[in-house]
Structure formats: C-alpha cells, structure tokens
C-alpha cells in the first residue's frame, strides 16, 4: 500500500489553499494601474494575472492574503479588505 | 565457497554479489572495513558502480536517497553518531518509499564517547518506516543482505531495509562463510525494476508537500505495508531458503523452545553466547530456551506469540535502553502480551550497554533472576562502586 507519495508536476494546483487566509484580502480597484507588474512579481503564490493597465487580477483560490502587492503597488490600486466584507 | 571472513568484508561480498549501481558512505568506526572493502572491490573493476565520496553522512544518506529516486540499486552503511546525522534522510527515505539498503554496525551513542558495541543507535530511528533486522553471525549477515534487497525491492513492500550488525563483535571477528555464486545469487535476485523513478521524460515529484489533506494516508500506508510485510519477508526466505540451502523463516528463530520453561528473548550477536548457555544449562537438565529476533520492525507479534504463550518465564535481553522507560525490546514484548490471557511472566534486563562484555556468566545470571520477582528494568554485570562516584559542588 502506497498512499499519496508521488505527485506529477503542476499538481499542486488541485489543492484550493485560498482557505487559508483568515483576516483580509487584496481587492484590485483597477483604477490607477499603470501595468508595472510589481504585484504580479511580488506575489508569492504567483496566483496574480493582468497584462493590460487595470486588468490585474488574483485568483482568491490560492491567494493567503499576505498583502505584499498591496504594499508594493505604487499607485496605491491595491488595498487590502477585510474578509467579512463581500462584494469580491 | 567456504571462507574465512571478517564480518565486514561478509557484507562488501554480499553486496557486491548484489550489483548496486551506487554506493556512498563516509568512514565511521567500526563500520569503516565495509565501506574500504567496496571501495577496493569498485576500485579493483570487480564492481561496477559508482562510489561517491561524500563529506557527511548526511550527504551519503541524501546520495543513495537521489540516486534511488532515479530507479538504481543502492547501498550505504554507518555507525552510531553517524546514523543520528543521517536520521533527517532516513525518515525521508522511508517516507519516499525508495528501496534503500543501509548496513549499521551498531555502536553505542555518545556521551560519553564510545566506539563500543550496544544497540542504541537504531533506536533512534526505530520509528521511521525502515525495516529492522538483526544479523548473529556472519553467515547470516552475508544471508540477509541478499533477501533485504528482495524485500525492499518487492513491489508490494518498496521500504527501506536497515541490516544490523553488532560493532566490532560481527564487523570485526573473523568466521568461516559460505559464499554464494554469482548465477545463484542472479536466481534469486533479478535486476532492480523501479515502481517510479525520476525520469525527465515522465516527470514525477517525491517528498513533495502533503497538507493534513494528505500526510495521513502515507503513514497509514507505511503501516499496512509493514503488517504485510510479515507475510512476505517469510515468502522471501523460503525462496532463499530453496535455492541456497540454508537459512531461517525470516523473523524469528527458535532455540530449543520445545518443553522450555525459562526462555531469553534478544537480537544479533548475543544470541550465540545465550544459544551455547543454553546448551549448558540444557545439559545440566534446565529446561531452557532462546528466541532470536531477526525482523524488528515490522514487529513479528503473531509468530512471538505463538511460540511464547506457553512459556512460564520470558527474560527480554536489550542492549539499548529508552532513558526513563525500559528496554526497547522488553516494552514491545510486554505489549504484544498485554491483556492476554495466555502469557509468559515477562522479565526486562538491560546489559552489554557502551560494550560491557555479556559472557555466560551474565547470561547464566539473566537465567537465576528470572525465576525470582519479575523485573522491568535490571542491569546486568554494573559496577556498584562506580554509581558512588560523588561531584563536590
């Protein structure tokens, strides 16, 4: 009997770790972007996609709510929510 | 072929005969003649495999480790404090499920410093996943490095397989063994067919991250694996058993247990001293016995019970102990036993510990004990006058 011991690349992604995150969230106003990619870059479950200007997005499955693009975001587009609040 | 070997060299034969594509080790007494064997054997192009001279044993450990999950037949060996630096690896390599061979010549555990014999090393790492066993003579360590390979690389069990070995005593006394041919050896051992490998065709990741979603599994898993094994490991020695013509059932053996009262329960080297005070006291019409541990872990409980149920007294000999408990062997033993309405008065003695020598007298004194209170936790052959020693603040 083997159990869960091996794993194919890229397999991590099945697991929805968003649930981790316990106080805030990033919410991406997507107003004053200027497309820097330094929330992108800076992420450290790299769970954030945009190209285009105000396009910038994370996906909340994976995202623990660390804050780091948010601090990082020079033009201030990103600010952190409480998680009781709604409206994603 | 008969010859006369020292214990190490047994063991650099055995596993030459085994074709291990590579090995690594770093020098530690009294494991060291092994590895200078193989490395001889390897250097001579009598062996070929890779030898990887490491710094640590941490390295030799993380080498065969990697070079296992890239589906190749490895070997290593340690002693002591190098088993304790490798213990990190050693729980990974169970954990990855990978085939791993590692000869320890068991040394006690420093401080204070000793090169000498006990068991204490293994217990260490006894709770890891890796299968135990105890060799008691050379013959039988040349025998169980053949069938630890059949049993790690069995594709029901994929474990890692610690061969023990008493240090100095087995790794350094000298006695004749019988050494197989290589196309007996080839018979009853095919070439290494890996279950998974890392392979950059067909990636795979091991030892990744396993959240609580997860982790349970794979120890569950090793557990079951390990109750199975029990049937295996016995499979395998009846083959080895049919092709080499020697050799026991694979997890205990039996010494003169028929009408025995007083039975001694122990592992490895000091069997042979308890089998020939047996002898003695059987000729003096005591009607004694002895039961050898080979497999350790998986811990053979069925077949323990089966042959000691009717026994009246069981003293369990360990050469390690777990400070502020008991001996290893003995906590097992008791239970196994425990809640049984048929069961031996079970007695734990604790001798041999740093390589206090444990002679027939020692044996012959186990033996009185048992027929007097039961014991948890005796010493045997202590120097009173040493424990007086006072510190003046």
């Keep these: 009997m083997f159990g869960p011991i091996k794993a194919k690349p890229g397999s991590a992604k099945n697991n929805k770790t968003g649930s981790w995150r316990i106080d805030k969230r990033p919410k991406f106003l997507q107003k004053n972007c200027i497309a820097c990619k330094m929330c992108l870059l800076i992420c450290p479950e790299g769970c954030i996609t945009g190209k285009e200007k105000n396009t910038f997005i994370c996906d909340y499955n994976y995202c623990k709510g660390c804050g780091n693009c948010a601090a990082i975001c020079p033009k201030d587009d990103i600010e952190m929510i409480a998680e009781s609040v709604g409206d994603k | 072929m008969r010859e006369f070997l020292e214990g190490s060299q047994a063991v650099a034969r055995a596993v030459k005969l085994c074709k291990p594509g590579v090995i690594s080790a770093y020098p530690i007494t009294p494991q060291t003649h092994i590895v200078e064997g193989l490395a001889q054997i390897v250097a001579d192009g009598e062996l070929d495999s890779q030898f990887v001279n490491v710094e640590s044993e941490h390295s030799a450990a993380s080498v065969v480790l990697g070079a296992s999950a890239t589906g190749v037949r490895v070997f290593t060996a340690t002693s002591s404090q190098g088993l304790l630096l490798m213990s990190e690896v050693i729980f990974n390599i169970a954990g990855m499920r990978l085939p791993v061979i590692l000869t320890c010549a068991n040394r006690a555990v420093s401080a204070p410093i000793s090169i000498w014999n006990d068991q204490q090393d293994v217990m260490a790492i006894r709770d890891s996943g890796w299968i ?12 169980l490095h053949l069938q630890a390979y059949r049993i790690a690389e069995d594709h029901r069990i994929m474990l890692p397989v610690m061969i023990n070995m008493d240090g100095y005593i087995l790794t350094h006394g000298m006695e004749p063994v019988d050494v197989p041919q290589q196309e007996q050896v080839d018979k009853f051992l095919p070439p290494y067919k890996p279950l998974y490998k890392l392979d950059v065709n067909d990636p795979i990741t091991l030892g990744c991250l396993a959240d609580p979603e997860y982790y349970m599994e794979t120890r569950v898993a090793i557990q079951k694996t390990h109750e199975e094994a029990l049937n295996i490991i016995p499979e395998i020695a009846r083959e080895f058993k049919k092709i080499f013509n020697r050799g026991t059932d694979g997890l205990i053996e039996c010494y003169k247990l028929e009408d025995a009262k007083q039975v001694i329960v122990c592992a490895g080297s000091v069997v042979g001293t308890v089998k020939d005070t047996v002898d003695e006291l059987r000729a003096q019409g005591k009607k004694v016995g002895a039961v050898k541990i080979i497999t350790y872990r998986p811990l053979p409980a069925q077949a323990l019970i089966d042959v000691l149920e009717s026994v009246e007294q069981v003293a369990v000999l360990d050469k390690s102990i777990s400070l502020g408990a008991y001996g290893p062997f ?43 209170k039961q014991v948890d936790c005796e010493f045997i052959d202590v120097k009173d006058e040493l424990l007086k020693v006072k510190i003046e603040p």
């Design chain 2, 330 to 372: 003995f906590m097992d033993l008791k239970t196994i036993f425990q809640g049984r309405k048929k069961a031996p008065k079970i007695s734990g003695f604790v001798a041999g510990l740093g390589g206090r020598d444990i002679n027939k007298k020692s044996i012959i004194q186990i033996f009185d004990k048992l027929s007097k």
């Design chain 2, 132 to 143: 135990l066993m105890f060799a008691e003579n050379h013959q039988e360590i040349m025998d």
